[in-house]
């Protein structure tokens, strides 16, 4: 007669993950919406411990669509619910929720929160608050990623996602960088839709964030520094606004090259030009970040070359013109 299985709390690592490697690496999940709800469920399966959960929401009936916590949770604040329904359904992930505004934490408290982690995901519908997390990010040096929905009026909503990887060191452009680069696009929201299309852009951000904690793992390979941005077409028929980027009907993804901006960007400085250690690949000196050589800008030693002979034609005519004055 087989034993049975230990209790929920003590199931051991090499069953729990016995038919995949297990991937771990701290997260902080700042949203915990649809989108940042599923990441954190998907992300506690793979392995990924501690999970810091941040929002200030309460679950509301409009949410339950589209929410990975059910009708017993109304009323009460994401975040805690979220983290206490993933101790109670996966143990082995330690997961935290507070219960918070990230942009009403103090600069320390926000710093701390993201400097315990690997990598830092922000899910939110606030710009100023995915521009904050951007911010805190860059200034603790930490990978960041941005997972959200286009919404349009010429699209059906969560037909899009969107996910914008970060790297620190403006090794690629920041989350404000890219800011330039979708004013032609659509808006993006952290979740509007049917909640099997933002299930999509959870599961992709998730493999995003697993390669990010884990950058000598074999799937880290899915990121490719010159293509930072995924855009993912959900399980739907593709509407006639989007179909010149989405020639196919139903499931299917494109990665993008974000490109720097042309001036310094706010938030990390970077920029066309950008002038940072280089990673193998990375652009060198006279060339741009884009591949291309750099046009318009003159070295240093002709631009000093040009101010001797300037002066000397100064010093010359100056020396002609004495006796005469």
Known sequence: MNEPDAGPDRQPEDRVWARHHRRTGAVLIVGAGAVGGFLAEELARVGLSPLVLVDSDVLAVENLVRHPLGAPALGRPKAPALAEKIRREFPPCDVEGLHADFLALSPNARRSL???????????DS???????????????????????WVDPRIRDAEVGEILWVLP?????????????????????????????????????????????NPEDDRSAILDRRRNAVYLHGLTPTS????????????????????????????CRGWRYVASPRPPGDPGPGERADGEEEQGRWPATVVCAVLVLIISVVALAASVNGPHA
């Open 114 to 124: 993201a400097d315990r982690v690997d990598v830092v995901v922000a899910a939110t």
């Open 127 to 149: 710009v100023a608050c995915q521009r904050q997390v951007n911010r805190v990010a860059l200034a603790v040096g930490k990978p960041a990623v941005y997972p959200a929905v």
């Open 240 to 267: 006639p606004g989007i179909r010149a980027v989405f020639p196919t009907t139903g499931l299917s993804s494109r990665t993008v090259r974000v490109p720097f901006p042309a001036r310094p960007c706010a938030a």
């Open 169 to 213: 060191g403006r090794r690629t452009p920041c989350y404000e960088c890219a800011a330039a680069f979708r004013q032609g696009g659509s808006d993006s929201q952290a979740a509007r839709g049917a909640r099997v299309d933002i299930q999509l852009v959870a599961l992709a951000t998730a493999q995003v964030v697993t390669a990010l904690a």
